[in-house]
């Protein structure tokens, strides 16, 4: 029995070490197991908290931080019930100070102050094995608790550069057909406006980098939709679909600003895909001509964009499902601050 308890015991914490590992060092593929499954399930309680009305978003701005929270709490109790197994395997694993055998929360809070470095005293290893399970818990306590705070000050910055980025497309305009509007000056594209499209496409590719680092960065909600990066780069990306599609080859601003802007925005949706969200059945809306066209700004026939359109579907589709994983609906596609 004393094996079947230890063996478990080292099972689960190092369960909880890889899926901390996982979260906080890897690149590869997002959360590991456990912290996908709490942060999910997390968010979809908030979800359904919230409900559909226009008031959610003042619940599912705290989204984020109850998912730290919660995963932070998940992975210490796992690291606590780990080691507690193992100093419940044998009689004279813990004693107390007169050397008698600790009962049952004696040994819970002997397993407690290991792993947290406390080094009380008052309870003691009654054996060699239990004194090298000591050292060892509290070596996993301590990277454990260190890995976990660090992490939590680094998600920080991040939360900010997502929300810079989303108030820095809202800035060049409330809809797809108003950022284009805004751009078209006196017959042609500002070289401005050129120069804004260029800088946005280093600062997608380090959005979708930071989503791979720091997977709870999904679930922190913005809770206006100027604010939000899913809603500003889906916005965004119905700019450029006008930009590259819309509007007359002959009046389209420089191809070494758009293109690469759009391959940028395609690989951080590609990037969220699978690990944050899910396709929606069906694509974003594509923007209509007429609101360029009663811009002056010359455009390609309508048969052509509804094609050019069409071969944008599946991606419009993840873009959806990104918008609808974050709390936003269809009509909320419009950014603003207020």
């Known amino acids: ?5 230890v063996s478990a015991g080292l099972l689960v914490v190092g369960a909880i070490l890889l899926d901390a590992a996982l ?15 709490v942060s999910q399930g997390v968010w979809r309680l908030i979800r359904r908290l919230a409900g559909r009305g226009p008031r959610r978003h003042r619940l599912l ?9 919660v995963t932070f709490a998940a992975w210490v109790t796992g690291l606590w019930l780990g080691w507690l197994l ?12 007169f050397g008698r055998p600790a009962d049952g929360w004696s040994r819970f809070y002997y397993t407690g102050f290991s792993i947290f470095t406390l080094g009380v005293g008052d309870y003691t290893p009654g054996n060699a094995a239990a004194q090298l399970a000591t050292n060892v818990a509290v ?17 920080v910055p991040a939360v900010v550069d997502k929300r810079t980025i989303a108030g ?22 500002a070289p401005m406006f050129t120069q804004h499209l260029t800088s946005l496409t280093p600062e997608l590719v380090r959005l979708g980098e930071r989503h791979l680092a720091f997977p709870v960065l999904h679930y922190f909600h913005a809770g206006k939709c100027g604010r939000s990066a899913s809603a500003a780069v889906t916005v965004l990306d119905g700019a450029l679909l006008l930009l590259r599609c819309g509007v007359d080859p002959h009046h389209r601003p420089d191809v070494g600003a758009v293109e690469p802007l759009s391959r940028a925005l395609a690989q951080l949706v590609r990037t969220l895909d699978g690990s944050f969200i ?22 390609i026939p309508e ?21 609808a994983s974050d709390g936003w609906d269809d009509a909320d596609l419009r950014l603003t601050l207020d």
């Open 23 to 37: 979260t906080t060092l890897s690149l590869a593929g997002g959360a590991g197991w456990l912290t996908r499954r």
């Open 139 to 155: 070596l996993t306590g301590l990277f454990l608790v260190t890995l976990g705070i660090t992490y939590l000050m680094q998600v």
């Open 61 to 69: 701005r705290w989204s984020g931080t109850s998912v730290l929270v």
């Open 86 to 97: 193992v100093f419940s395997a044998t009689p004279d694993a813990v004693l107390d100070q």
């Open 303 to 323: 048969q052509a964009y509804a094609e050019a359109a069409e071969g944008t579907r599946t991606h419009r589709c993840r873009l959806r499902g990104w918008c």
């Open 168 to 189: 820095h497309i809202t800035a060049l305009g409330a809809d797809p057909a108003d950022i284009v509007r805004r751009g078209w000056a006196d017959g042609q594209f």
């Open 278 to 299: 899910v396709a929606a059945d069906q694509p974003v809306s594509a923007p209509p001509l007429q609101d360029l066209t009663r811009a002056g700004i010359p455009t």
């Open 1 to 5: 029995m004393s094996v079947l308890w």
